[in-house]
C-alpha cells in the first residue's frame, strides 16, 4: 500500500469532529444485529430475578409476548428461548423436549400469535430437559452418547418447529446432528426453518449464570468437555464449522464472544458466511459488575463490546443487553 507521509498525510484530521467519525466508520452497530435470549418460567404474571444475572429475570409465557412487543418496538428482529423446566418434568432421558406443550413450544406459539413479525431461535439441547443437566443421554459409564442423542434432537427440531420456531439452534455440540435435524426438517415439510449452528461452542468458564437461569446448574455431575471445545484450539473451531456448513447450516454460532473474537474473525475469513456471537451469561455479569463499582460507564461498555463482534466479522450477536442497547441505539 502506497499512502503519503506526515504531514501531508493526518490520519486525525478525519477524525476531528463527529460527522466525520460517522461518515468514517468501518462498522455500524443497530439493533438489527441483536438477538434478545429470554429465559421462560411456569406460570401466569410471573418475574423470577436471575440473582446471578442481575437485570435480567425468567418469565411467565403471558409476560414473555409483552416482552416481544417491547423488543419489536425497539427493532430488534429476533428472541432466542430457553426454558426453565421444573424438576419434576425432567427425566434421564429428556422427554420432556418432545413434549409439543412443553415450556418452549407454548411460549413460541403465544409470541407468534400476539406479534408475529418477530423471528424465534430455539435451543436445540437436552440440558434444559435432563434430570442429570447434560446436553444428551448417557450411557451406564456416564458417557453422553453421540448418535441415540441425534435421535432425541431429530424429534425437538421438529417439535419446535411444527410450533413455529423461524430458526433451529442445536448447542449440543453432537457430531452429525445438524445434518440429520436438516434432513428431518425437509422431509416433515419445515424447508424454510433456518438452522443455527452452535458450530465452535467452547467448554467455558463463563456459562455459569446461564445454568442458574435453566436450572441445570445445581443437576450437573461432571463436565461438558467431551463434546464442548477445547479453548486451546482454532483449528479445531474451523474443522466444526466446515462440518456444520456442509450439513446444511444456514449460519454458524461461536461462544462464548469477546474471549473468542480471534475465532470469530478467523470463521467469517475463511468461509464468508453468516457468523453470529453468543456474548454469554459471565460476560453479561461482569459488564454489569464493572459498572456497577464505577470501573466504566455503562452504557459505552455495552455499545463498545457489541461493536467489537461486528468488527471481528458478526452478522449479528445473541445478548441479554439486546433492549438496553436497541434503546440506547434508536434514542
Not at 455431575?221 to 479445531?236: F, I, L, R, T, V
Amino acid at each position: 500500500m502506497t499512502q503519503a507521509s506526515y504531514p501531508a498525510l493526518r490520519l486525525r484530521r478525519t477524525r476531528a469532529s463527529a460527522w466525520s467519525r460517522a461518515m468514517h466508520a468501518e462498522n455500524r452497530l443497530t439493533p438489527s444485529d441483536l438477538i434478545w435470549p429470554l429465559f421462560v418460567t411456569e406460570g401466569q404474571g410471573v418475574e423470577e430475578p436471575i440473582k446471578s444475572l442481575p437485570g435480567v429475570s425468567r418469565w411467565s409465557v403471558d409476560l414473555m409476548v409483552q416482552r416481544a412487543r417491547e423488543a419489536q418496538a425497539a427493532g430488534i428482529p429476533c428472541l432466542a428461548l430457553f426454558p426453565n423446566t421444573q424438576p419434576e418434568r425432567r427425566s434421564d432421558d429428556g422427554a420432556e423436549a418432545l413434549n409439543p406443550d412443553n415450556l418452549m413450544c407454548t411460549a413460541i406459539r403465544a409470541i407468534k400469535d400476539a406479534v408475529p413479525g418477530i423471528g424465534i431461535l430455539t435451543d436445540v439441547a437436552l440440558d434444559p430437559y435432563t434430570a442429570h443437566g447434560q446436553d444428551g443421554l448417557l450411557d451406564e459409564a456416564g458417557y453422553v452418547v453421540n448418535d441415540a442423542t441425534i435421535d432425541v434432537l431429530i424429534g425437538q427440531s421438529l417439535n419446535q418447529a411444527a410450533a413455529g420456531a423461524d430458526i433451529i439452534a442445536p448447542s449440543d455440540m453432537m457430531d452429525g446432528r445438524v445434518g440429520a435435524i436438516r434432513e428431518a426438517l425437509e422431509e416433515e415439510g419445515h424447508a424454510n426453518v433456518q438452522i443455527m449452528a452452535y458450530a465452535a461452542k467452547y467448554a467455558s468458564a463463563f456459562y455459569g449464570p446461564f445454568r442458574d437461569a435453566v436450572g441445570s446448574g445445581g443437576l450437573l455431575k461432571g463436565n461438558k468437555k467431551s463434546y464442548q471445545m477445547d479453548p486451546a484450539n482454532s483449528q479445531e473451531a474451523l474443522r466444526e464449522v466446515a462440518l456444520d456448513i456442509a450439513e446444511g447450516a444456514d449460519s454458524v454460532m461461536v461462544k462464548p464472544g469477546l474471549p473468542y473474537l480471534d475465532i470469530i474473525a478467523r470463521v467469517k475469513d475463511r468461509f464468508e458466511v453468516p457468523v453470529f456471537a453468543y456474548q454469554v451469561s459471565g460476560e453479561y455479569a461482569m459488564l454489569e459488575a464493572a459498572a456497577a463499582v464505577g470501573a466504566g460507564d455503562r452504557d459505552a461498555l455495552v455499545l463498545e463490546t457489541l461493536l467489537a463482534f461486528k468488527r471481528a466479522g458478526c452478522s449479528g450477536v445473541l445478548t441479554y443487553h439486546a433492549l438496553h442497547a436497541a434503546r440506547l441505539l434508536g434514542a
